[in-house]
């Protein structure tokens, strides 16, 4: 039997795990080819890469050997994620390359190496790495975030940028864009896990997501946690609180540093109608 996860312990244990992942990740970039999966129609959901395995042992391999006995939502199918039980009262989910087609493969933006730990359907913890800006993100639900930016680690806030990129998804609608332009915005195409916590990022005021179909996912999410942490509005397409239970229903996550950011893009978002 394994040890009783805690959210503080999660973070310990696979903020060192998350770090190599990203080092994988980083190191295999421009070296791997796409070998999609089969049985996923949207190219998107199907890129694989060597890259995406490796990264996700890098990060169950410790998880299994110290909390054998929580339940793994990962990404990718490999040997470790299968080790895991099916169900528990801990739930771990896993993105070892969020973005892989467009944003690992292809270049067109950040992406993303994700962890976080769910206790009764929601984020208790969450680790956030961007390879290729060299920035690490953890959060506990309660107050305790940081920001580590290649050796220095750093408290993590939201604002502070004499820019106005915002980091949204891929194929955002062109009125949507158009609005945000509008708006003395520069809309900039990233995964759903470097939008999650835009606002950490220097230069950046806001992300936006439309999830494309359906639901804003359970990784989608990881993120989240981070930016309300470090003071960000995570909020609905409405303006009220993104809820966090991980399962909610939701098609947008607004990530802003400020009111005036969130309202920019609110009033971006109206263009869908």
Known sequence: MGSIVTPGDFVELLYPALRQAAAIARALEGRVSNRPKSGERRPAKAALTIADTAAQEALLVPLFERFPDVSVEAEEDTATASRFPREAAARVVVD????????????EGPYAVLAGLA??????????????????FEAVRGGRRARRARR????????GARRRPVLVSYGLPEAVSARLSARGLEPVPASGGAIAVAPLLPGVVAGLRLAAPGSISVRGRIGALVAREAGALVCREDGEPFPEAIEAEEGALLVAADERALADLRFALAARA
């Open 96 to 107: 070892p390359i969020d973005g892989t087609l467009h944003f690992y493969l292809l270049r």
């Open 119 to 136: 206790l009764h359907g929601r984020y208790e913890a969450a680790l956030v790495a961007l390879p290729r800006e060299e920035l690490f």
């Open 152 to 159: 220095r680690r750093a408290a993590a806030r939201a604002g």
